[in-house]
């Protein structure tokens, strides 16, 4: 099946799931005001959960990274037609490129969507693509949790959770991370490890509200 087909296919699956969640989203807002006030951001979540953000974010021009992989352009196709703009490129392939594009487009007022996990893996393991790209922009990380149930985890490396129709979720953003410029190495790895907890304790807060609600 060609990319722009079966894009179009998952597009559909996916905003077909995403308009009958029943869902709570906690402090959007601050991402709305930055938006408009021009302000950039790096929001950040695990690659295994942005089927939510997707569809969250569905028409706002925010901007991902995409892989130049045969799998990148099928993503390219789904997140083009939620209203993404597309910069391209990946760890193996252009990865700098678009970094470095990215970093850019944040520093101009841009929101960047971004799996710091992704696209490879290791999974929940915070990359320092998302550091690099803040600090070089001077905006900060937004890290976010996401959560559903009833669910399905699929076999691949990021666990990826497809939310049953009609399900619970949840989506949460969390207080700004500033990443100031000149870190020593053992103060990156600090605030690397700051992004990752908080994206944990923001998904785990979500995963407790789907669950209790």
């Known amino acids: ?12 699956l996916a905003r077909t799931i995403g308009v009958s969640l029943r ?16 302000k950039g951001a790096v929001l950040v979540t695990w690659h295994g959960r942005s089927l939510i953000p997707a569809n969250v974010f569905n028409g706002k021009g925010f901007w991902a990274i995409i892989s130049l992989s045969r799998d990148g352009e099928v993503q390219n196709h789904i997140f083009r037609r939620f209203g993404f703009r597309i910069i391209r490129g990946s760890t193996g392939r252009g ?7 990215a970093a850019r487009r944040v520093a101009e007022g841009g929101i960047l969507a971004f799996t ?3 696209p490879r893996g290791p999974n929940r393991e915070v990359q320092p693509g998302a550091l690099f790209i803040a600090q070089k922009a001077q905006c900060p990380i937004i890290p976010a949790g996401v959560a559903a149930y009833p669910r399905a985890l699929l ?7 497809i939310p ?3 399900a619970r979720g949840a989506f949460i953003f969390g207080e ?5 410029q000149n870190l020593s190495e053992e103060q990156l790895e600090q605030l690397r490890q700051q992004v990752e907890q908080a994206i944990n304790a923001l998904e785990e ?6 669950r209790s609600r």
């Open 95 to 101: 990865g700098i490129r678009a970094a470095l594009e």
């Open 164 to 166: 049953f129709p009609f």
């Open 205 to 210: 807060r979500a995963e407790q509200m789907v």
């Open 176 to 180: 700004p991370i500033e990443v100031p």
């Open 1 to 12: 099946m060609r990319p722009r087909v079966l894009g179009f296919v998952l597009w559909s």
């Open 23 to 38: 869902l709570q989203v906690l402090n959007y807002e601050q991402v709305l005001e930055r938006s408009r006030q021009g």
């Open 155 to 161: 076999p691949t490396w990021d666990r990826y959770m």
């Open 116 to 118: 710091p996990d992704g």
